[in-house]
């Protein structure tokens, strides 16, 4: 058994939606970003690789490659289980925190689950997503952007 940690962070920019565990939310903002931003895909895809020890985001996905330019996320997700597959490894847990000031994500946060436990082949009850906001404070607080934080266990197959 192994566990992992992954972070991400985007600048909001011009958009009318986020893109957040591969769930499509309306906002009064988008995210400045290569792919569709989603950071808790990506913090979920660094969890991943930091478990299995395989690298990060950056150099399976360089921002340079004109491939993964605009990709929706859940292809680096799909492309990071391979890796960890071939080195015989599955996941078993997935925890998510997600910071920021709105919109709020209660009612988006199921379907957020229910897509990574679709995606990781776990079901949805070993997969949480939290979120809370920066109490006004920092850039998170001054709305200028989001983070999110993952924290995984894979086992041996
Ligand atoms: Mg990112």
Redesign the pocket.
């Known amino acids: 058994m192994r566990v992992g940690f992954g972070v ?1 962070v ?1 600048r909001f920019g011009s958009g009318d939606h986020l893109m957040l565990g591969g769930i499509r939310i309306p906002a009064p903002h988008g995210v400045v ?1 290569h792919s569709d ?1 989603d ?1 808790v895909l ?1 913090a979920l895809c660094d969890a991943l690789l930091g478990a299995a020890a395989l690298g990060d985001i950056g150099e399976h996905f360089p921002d340079s490659d004109p491939a993964w330019h605009q990709s929706p996320s859940r292809l680096f997700v799909e492309h990071v289980l391979q890796r960890l597959e071939e080195h015989s490894w599955r996941v078993v847990h997935v925890d998510v925190s997600i910071l920021l000031e709105s919109p709020k994500l209660a009612s988006y946060k199921q379907a957020m689950r229910e897509n990574i436990a679709s995606l990781c082949r776990i079901p949805p009850d070993a997969v949480s997503i939290k979120a809370t906001t920066s109490e006004g404070i920092g850039f998170v607080g001054r709305s200028e952007g989001i983070v999110a934080y993952c924290v995984c266990t894979i086992e041996r197959q």
């Open positions: 991400d985007h970003a931003g950071v990506h």
